[in-house]
């Protein structure tokens, strides 16, 4: 039978998350919502730029929050950061992925300009750190485990601007899926949220980010995008019970944006 609602459904699990960059972050979104669910946290933090943000953020959840630093586009990092999460603890539960890039002059004017190097560095770190992090957290998950990635419509339609972005999140996507055929017989399951426009750090300098979201008011069958919160709380289904037989899926939180034609 499955297990009953439970107000504390992640109590017990420990999170190692990826990408909070400050307070508007969808990664800190997620993060306080596995924690209000019972979780422990772990933090990654991209550079001494991030470190003072995320002690703070972390600092709310207690002084112990551990929060080591993880640039994911180098796998030495990637190590020293699990090495650091095994002083902690033996096994790890569920594992949020929130981190994207895409050189700036890539995410303006066309595709068709994409430069090898913009093309390389998007698909690094913003797609293969995926696959990085899964080939880590799997060993340390015995007992089965979430993996959370987020992703964004422009992976599966052209989006203006998004160019390069929505071909890595492309291979976001199908990396989640052959890491669900790969981890499934371990029972861990991975899934992509893919979010509608949401105002972060990632959004901000956008050119015309303001007309996205009034074209989601207009356009979505709810009439707006989603909130940070509303995140966090599909991030807490995903990590639960009542997704044990949800992997490989993109799950769409975006009031209903995705299924329009016109
Ligand atoms: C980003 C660019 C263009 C259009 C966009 C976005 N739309 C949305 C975003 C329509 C919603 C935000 N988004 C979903 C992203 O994944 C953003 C990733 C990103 C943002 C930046 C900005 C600063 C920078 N590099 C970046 N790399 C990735 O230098």
């Not at 999170?15 to 979104?29: E, L, P, Q, Y």
């Not at 080939?135 to 340390?140: C, S």
């Not at 399951?189 to 979201?213: D, E, H, K, W």
């Not at 989603?226 to 289904?237: I, K, P, Q, R, W």
Request: charged letters at 20%.
């Amino acid at each position: 039978m499955l297990t009953p609602m439970n107000d504390k459904p992640l109590s017990g699990k420990t999170a190692v998350v990826f990408g909070v960059a400050n307070k508007r972050s969808i990664a800190w979104a997620i993060a306080k919502a596995w924690s209000d669910a019972g979780a422990k946290l772990i933090f990654n933090y991209q550079g001494d730029r991030l470190k003072d943000n995320v002690e703070q953020l972390a600092g709310t959840f207690g002084d112990d929050v551990p929060l080591y630093p993880c640039d994911v586009s180098s796998d030495e990092q990637i190590d020293a950061f699990f090495a650091k999460v095994k002083e902690h603890t033996d096994t790890i539960d569920l594992v949020l992925h929130s981190v994207a890039f895409a050189p700036k002059e890539a995410l303006e004017g066309d595709f068709l300009s994409t430069t090898r190097e913009a093309f390389r560095v998007s698909h690094d770190i913003s797609a293969y750190s995926l696959v990085a992090l899964a080939q880590r957290a799997a060993p340390m998950m015995p007992n089965g485990g979430s993996i959370v990635a987020m992703s964004y419509y422009g992976a599966a339609k052209v989006v203006p601007n998004y160019n390069v972005m929505g071909v890595a999140k492309a291979s976001l996507e199908a990396s989640t899926r052959y890491l669900a055929y790969d981890l499934g017989p371990k029972k861990i399951r991975v899934n992509c949220i893919s979010a509608g426009p949401v105002q972060t750090l990632a959004a901000r300098g956008i050119a015309g980010f303001g007309t996205m979201i009034k074209h989601y008011e207009e356009h979505a069958p709810l009439k707006r995008s989603c909130s940070t919160d509303e995140l966090g709380a599909t991030g807490v289904f995903l990590a639960s019970e009542g997704a044990a037989s949800i992997t490989g899926q993109v799950l769409y939180v975006d009031g209903g944006y995705q299924i329009m034609g016109m």
